[in-house]
């Protein structure tokens, strides 16, 4: 049986915009030049050009960047200071490794515009569409198509949300792991923030996020390459990296097929 294996997970750039500009990650790359002169204050007395070869030393990047940047992984406490109803919500070095791994399933909800609040009736369809009944393990991904744009200012905008019932339609059903494709699990926050200047209705703000106050969840943002996977039959992967007390962290998605 052969193995496949799909990488989901964008890139970590330097100066795109499609962050907000305090979001944007910024990196200085030291090449193996520069590095050379650095490695002099590790080896005091040592000529560059005669001890390294080629006169070449390392290489290394210094990265300025939010543990929102790239393909992330947000914690509960993200959310808020609780979850299920009272408990302490977990922060991202304490989210079980269960939760990191298992059966994929792709929802395809490029159909809806830029913006759409999806509801629990949007998920149930799409879940009786796919002839798939949610179970406790199951990591469902939602593509909007949004990573289309990335790299592009237009990506903040880009994509459907996901509301506080839909969230809790898949939450109820014992899911802790959801992603999209989009930049926010919730619809565009401009689009949102228009929305609410119109209505002053405070509970469209980051109603998919403050679901996670009555049932605890993790959510990926930023993933990309949905549409290279099959709807379901395939195992999924997002191990965050530990940093301590923190809201989110960085992931390597993947997909494994065997076909």
Known sequence: MARRFIDLSINIEDGLPSDPPAQIPKIMYIDHQMGAQTMVEFFPGMDPAKDLPGGLGWAVELLSLSTHSGTHLDAPYHYHPTMDNGVRSLTIDEVPLEWCMGNGVVLDFRHFADGYLVTAADMQKAFADLGHEPVEGDIILVMTGADAFWGKAEYLVKGCGMGREATLWLTERGIRVVGTDAWSWDRPLPLMA??????????????????????????????????????????????????????????RAVALLED
């Open 194 to 251: 228009q929305d609410f200047q119109a209505s002053h209705d405070p509970s469209i703000i980051w109603e998919g996020h403050f679901a996670g106050i009555e049932k605890g969840y993790c959510h990926i943002e930023k993933l990309t390459n949905l549409g290279k996977l099959p709807p379901t039959g395939f195992t999924f992967f997002c191990f965050p990296v530990k940093i301590k007390a923190a809201s989110a962290g960085w992931i």
